[in-house]
């Protein structure tokens, strides 16, 4: 017997700064990393980010 889910899988998200002044977004899936987003723009390293609960 076999089981079968019509489930999609639901990606979870990492948000990196760097001293490159850039905010990188980057998509989990399958044991890998993906960069989804490259925010630029920031005048210095980026030491810190905060994410909310509703993606604000």
């Known amino acids: 017997d076999s089981t079968h889910s019509n489930e999609e899988e639901i990606p979870e998200y990492i948000v ?23 925010l630029t723009g920031h005048s210095l390293g980026v030491v810190s980010v905060a994410v909310s609960h509703d993606g604000t």
């Open 16 to 38: 990196t700064g760097s001293v490159d002044d850039a905010v990188k977004v980057w998509e989990q899936k399958d044991g890998s990393l993906k960069l989804k987003h490259k």
